[in-house]
């Protein structure tokens, strides 16, 4: 009698073990009514948090359309780093990433992107507090200063960029608004971002100077894209939606509605 109900008891826990795995462990796409999205809170204007608690932004409103579009239940989820992000998408335990996320020729190389907003970036640019180092002209002068710190978004291809620079320390913060706190208090000498992100956040925080810094062709970026494990077979099905979004206003719109620049850059 005891063994059995001691056999019992362990079938119930083996069946429960594995239920559990199955259903948070289970692929993504396996659930045919739910669209699972993977974005990256603090980066303004793509993926923030707001005072209620609810996840907003130009990506959010881009990802609803999306699942709109494919009778699907939208489901947000907060990485909180893009190596995370990065990782859970090859995991396939989401369906795609929405970050602000720049196509680069390397991550081409390693995942589908669909082009859904943005242009070309020939530069980044290094945001200081009030004013630029003296006789600071290029990011090689910054060899002049003592252990010279830069924050920089993790995984990103300007923690990438920084990496050829061996002068420079790099200090990993996932969001925009710490940089800014840790160049305002001095924490980090300069942050590093590219030129969109630049130019909104000075528009709030005028004390912030930049520098531009041209780029080499191979970390030139070809505006932004939405980031699938390759082969998916959402990648196709979701470029058609982007481009029928782009034929009839709706991303203009929203755009306009983030202040997100469209116009020409550098």
Do not use: H
Not at 48 to 60: L, Y
């Amino acid at each position: 009698m005891f063994k059995n109900i001691k056999y019992i008891f362990i079938s119930v826990v083996v069946a429960a073990f594995f239920a559990v795995n199955y259903f948070v462990f289970k692929p993504a796409e396996n659930n045919n009514d739910v669209l699972v999205v993977g974005m990256m809170s603090g980066w303004a204007p793509f993926m923030t948090v707001n005072q209620n608690g609810e996840f907003e932004g130009f990506d959010v409103d881009v990802a609803q359309k999306i699942a709109d579009k494919l009778g699907k239940q939208l489901v947000i989820k907060d990485f909180g780093s893009l190596s995370t992000l990065l990782v859970a998408m090859q995991q396939n335990k989401i369906d795609f990433v929405m970050s602000g996320l720049d196509i680069t020729t390397s991550r081409l190389a390693i995942m589908d992107m669909v082009p859904y907003t943005g242009q070309a970036v020939r530069s980044f640019y290094l945001l200081f507090w009030n004013q630029l180092p003296a006789s600071v002209s290029s990011i090689q002068d910054l060899q002049q200063i003592v252990d010279p710190v830069v924050c920089v978004e993790p995984g990103s291809a300007q923690a990438k960029y920084l990496d050829q620079f061996k002068f420079i320390q790099s200090k990993s913060l996932s969001k925009i608004e710490d940089m800014i706190l840790d160049v305002k208090y001095g924490k980090s000498l300069a942050m590093i971002v590219e030129p969109r992100v630049a130019e909104r956040f000075i528009r709030s925080n005028p004390d912030l100077k930049k520098l531009e810094l041209p780029l080499p062709a191979d970390f030139q970026t070809f505006g932004m894209g939405i980031g699938f494990a390759k082969n998916s077979a959402l990648t196709k099905k979701v470029a058609t939606l982007i481009q029928n979004l782009r034929s009839d206003g709706t991303l203009a719109t929203l755009e306009r509605k983030w202040e997100l620049e469209i116009g020409e850059k550098k």
